[in-house]
């Protein structure tokens, strides 16, 4: 069975509207001439309106005839506009419009057959990187458009470095191997394919564009966020508002919410995600998932130790164990998605400012504030801390309640934070080791827990005495959860 693409968004820049595989180009400048006209409508409608039955892309029948009449009208049936058959102006604008490349026909919400990936986790590589971002900034806009997702129903996303994965992630130029080859800068920017084997759920994005974060350029979220759509199995909506709209709009990767639309088409494959006592979760996995890391490797360490409430949380890849501060047993692992989907994996680090009821979790050059596991607002840059712009991310942090002042680590040097202030401490940063004695190795976390500070590196648990300024024991890290 030949797989087809999903997507290839399709982009109307400056006068020139172009479209994804065969299609002709055709100049969109303010067509004068009633035959520049049908002109283009003609290749659109060719695009976007015609089944596999029909003609082939690029043919064209005569201006006016009965078949061109009839899927106008598809396409003011799709987009809502009057039905009329006839080319008027807004059946025009709508055809002049930045979208997506898959065609309106056939069945708008998911594709015909309904595929749909058969576990709820998935596997994601990003293979080709684009010379026109940083990898840090792919890897977080591909991490945040799936989370779009991930956030509405009960799928979880692990990045893999190598091998196969479910949903390959690749930056391509022209003929790439999957007979839809790009075509250039202000062309198609991307496409993906309906899950399945193969290249079901690859997604690839045509290296010749300028992939941005923000608004110049393409914004690689919002085209990431719409082609995962497909990825997961949804075709296009008729709602306006809805990420899979046919027509591109750029959509801010920070603060961004899945609109209604998009929650009911997804949940239509998937189901909602459960929720229990407010806090939304997504099933555990088998214990001999290979996904699953070690819980009890002895050499491992944590990535992040805070207190939240009354709990303690320790996070290492993209799980967490919650327990009692006095209390081994009950512990469980749980996957950060299950209570901070905005997360996903790999916390940097964390801590919690008890007095405001108020913790604070890092990763790369971000960090979120949560009230218990509710997450309180977008992300934040870390530089609002004060840091140099050297400083990309923070591997732990600590808060010292006595004085009322918060340690980052970063490499082998710590700053210190004045909560009262708001401000970073001058002369810093300063080296750990010989700031505080008998610590050895980079710092991964550390929390303050009655007067003692435990600082985590690699397998060690170092309890530190702040009065005696010394280590006073040493512990296996894996001790913390049981092992």
């Not at 061109?68 to 008027?88: C, N, S, V």
């Not at 708008?108 to 990936?117: A, V």
């Not at 497909?230 to 027509?247: E, I, K």
Request: proline share 7%; glycine share 8%; hydrophobic share 35%.
């Amino acid at each position: 069975m030949t797989v087809l693409p999903m997507c290839g968004l399709a982009l109307l820049l400056g006068a020139a509207l172009e479209f994804c595989t065969a299609a002709p180009s055709v100049s969109a400048a303010a067509p004068r001439t009633t035959q520049n006209k049908y002109h283009l409508a003609q290749a659109y409608l060719d695009k976007y309106y015609t089944s596999k039955a029909g003609p082939q892309v690029g043919e064209m029948g005569a201006p006016g005839g009965r078949a061109l009449i009839k899927k106008i009208k598809e396409l003011q049936a799709f987009f809502g506009l009057r039905i009329t058959g006839k080319l008027d102006r807004p059946t025009m604008d709508m055809i002049k419009r930045p979208r997506c490349g898959v065609p309106d026909v056939a069945n708008y919400r998911l594709f015909p057959g309904e595929p749909k990936w058969k576990k709820n986790t998935l596997t994601y590589r990003i293979s080709k990187y684009t010379s026109s971002m940083s990898p840090a900034e792919v890897d977080k806009a591909v991490e945040m458009a799936l989370q779009a997702w991930g956030s509405a129903v009960p799928l979880s996303f692990i990045r893999v470095n190598s091998g196969e994965a479910d949903i390959m992630i690749s930056f391509e130029t022209g003929d790439h191997g999957d007979s839809y080859p790009f075509d250039g800068p202000r062309g198609t920017l991307a496409h993906a394919f309906a899950p399945g084997e193969g290249l079901g759920g690859d997604t690839h994005f045509d290296n010749a564009e300028k992939w941005t974060m923000g608004m110049n350029g393409f914004n690689l979220f919002t085209v990431a966020a719409h082609e995962f759509g497909h990825a997961l199995g949804l075709a296009h909506s008729t709602d306006p508002s809805a990420l899979m709209y046919p027509t591109y709009k750029y959509q801010h990767p920070y603060g961004f919410h899945l609109p209604k639309d998009d929650v009911k088409g997804i949940q239509a494959l998937y189901g909602p995600r459960k929720t229990l006592l407010g806090k939304p979760t997504v099933p555990h996995a088998p214990p001999q998932s290979p996904s699953i890391p070690d819980l009890c490797d002895s050499s491992s360490s944590f990535d992040a130790v805070t207190m939240l409430g009354k709990e303690l949380l320790l996070f290492r890849d993209r799980i967490f164990w919650r327990r009692q501060v006095h209390l081994m047993a009950g512990i469980r692992p749980s996957t950060i998605t299950s209570s901070f989907p905005q997360l996903m994996s790999n916390v940097d680090a964390a801590y919690e400012v008890a007095e405001r009821g108020t913790a604070y979790f890092f990763k790369g050059p971000h960090y979120w504030i949560t009230r218990g596991f509710q997450m309180q607002g977008p992300p934040r840059t870390i530089y609002d801390f004060g840091f140099p712009r050297y400083v990309q991310r923070i591997d732990a942090a600590v808060y010292l309640k006595d004085v009322q002042k918060t340690l980052f680590f970063v490499g082998d040097e710590y700053y210190s934070y004045d909560e009262r202030k708001r401000k970073m401490e001058k002369d810093y940063p300063k080296n750990t080791e010989e700031e505080f004695s008998g610590v050895n190795g980079q710092i991964d976390a550390a929390v303050e827990l009655n007067g003692y500070i435990y600082f985590f590196s690699g397998p060690k648990a170092y309890k530190y005495d702040t009065e005696k300024e010394d280590v006073v024991s040493v512990l296996k890290s894996s001790s913390w959860i049981g092992c």
